[in-house]
């Protein structure tokens, strides 16, 4: 063989061994990517199982006859509808509130140019 030769059979042999590492090094890859998302899944699943199960406790603690029991733990009076419709404006009015002073608050920081 010549030296040309032995440089070409070189040079193939060390290409069929650089595209077997790649190969093996994307299967590798893939395979962890597999275990990853099978790891998240697991979480998700996990997770979705837990807000299931908190969705459950916060409907019980929401029952009426639950805010009865607490209300007569804590010696207050029996509850209305227009009670808790009130306490839902106020706490849509306190959003609001916040919201506002925050916009004012920015509007105060970016100087007259700022129109109110």
């Not at 440089?7 to 990853?36: E, H, K, N, T």
């Not at 019980?60 to 029996?78: D, Y």
Request: proline residues 2%.
């Amino acid at each position: 063989m010549t030296w040309l030769a032995r440089i070409l059979y070189i040079l193939g042999c060390l290409a069929l061994i650089s595209a077997a590492l790649f190969r093996v090094w994307v299967y590798q890859d893939a395979v962890q990517l597999g275990y990853s998302l099978s790891e998240r899944e697991h979480e998700l699943r996990d997770l979705r199982n837990e807000l299931r199960q908190l969705e459950i406790e916060l409907a019980a603690e929401r029952s009426p006859a639950r805010l009865n029991e607490i209300a007569r733990r804590l010696k207050l009076g029996p509850i209305s509808t227009s009670t808790v419709i009130t306490a839902k404006l106020l706490k849509h009015q306190s959003h609001l509130k916040r919201a506002l002073a925050v916009k004012n608050n920015k509007a105060e920081k970016g100087g007259a140019d700022v129109q109110r």
